[in-house]
């Protein structure tokens, strides 16, 4: 490979951040769940950090947002309820990309999120009526019941205000902070 071959948009900070959305929309990538697979932290009860995997669902690079879906009773709706900050994390290792965004997420839930639950699989549907409901001790394993229930049903959608990206492309390691109030200018770090 000569010096012409080597990827620039890595070293370019509007093509890294318009290579990072793209990463995130869930249809540039296959139906595989790891590859939409994230690390969600929120604020937890005791104001400790808690994550948990999630899939993302959507991406709006215009209005920087991006969409999970869950059952409102998870604990996490309790704490975002509570707080709204969150941070999402991700590692893409088909383009070396680790992406951790921060903002807030605002839980859409009833008529508005009518749509996006009509679009679900009968496979999923259950995941969204666990009783009694998730997190709660149980006296076996199997001592719970899935029923689909269009009220359990929530978006989390986070609004991104920061962007941390790290590419692992060769020959330069990169590093770029994006920020909303700067209008996504970017700024290079030490990676
Ligand atoms: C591969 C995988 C994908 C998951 N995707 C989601 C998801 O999209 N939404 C969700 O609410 N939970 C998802 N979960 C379950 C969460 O990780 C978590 O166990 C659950 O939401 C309860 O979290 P909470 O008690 O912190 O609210 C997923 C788990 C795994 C292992």
Not at 13 to 42: C, E, I, K, M, Y
Not at 79 to 90: K, S, W
Not at 155 to 167: E, F, K, Q
């Amino acid at each position: 490979m000569n010096d012409a071959d080597l990827p620039t948009w890595t070293l370019d900070l509007a093509q890294l951040f318009n290579a990072s959305w793209a990463v995130l929309l869930p249809q540039s990538v296959s139906n595989r769940v790891d590859a939409r697979l994230a690390t969600l932290a929120t604020l937890g009860a005791d104001g400790a950090p808690e994550a948990r995997g999630v899939v993302l669902r959507a991406a709006d690079p215009a209005r920087c947002t991006i969409d999970i879906f869950t059952d409102a009773s998870t604990r996490k709706c309790a704490e975002i309820a509570t707080d709204p900050r969150a941070a999402l994390t991700l590692w893409r290792e088909d383009v070396l990309l680790q992406l951790r965004l921060r903002g807030t997420i605002a839980v859409i839930e009833g008529p508005q999120a009518q749509a996006a639950w009509a679009g679900l699989s009968d496979r999923a549907l259950p995941d969204y009526g666990v009783t009694p409901a998730p997190g709660t001790p149980i006296t076996a394993p199997d001592a719970y019941t899935r029923t689909p229930d269009a009220a359990r049903f929530a978006i989390l959608r986070l609004t991104v205000d920061t962007m941390d990206v790290v590419s692992l492309n060769r020959p330069t390691h990169s590093r770029a902070v994006y920020e909303r109030r700067d209008g996504w200018r970017g700024q290079w770090c030490a990676p």
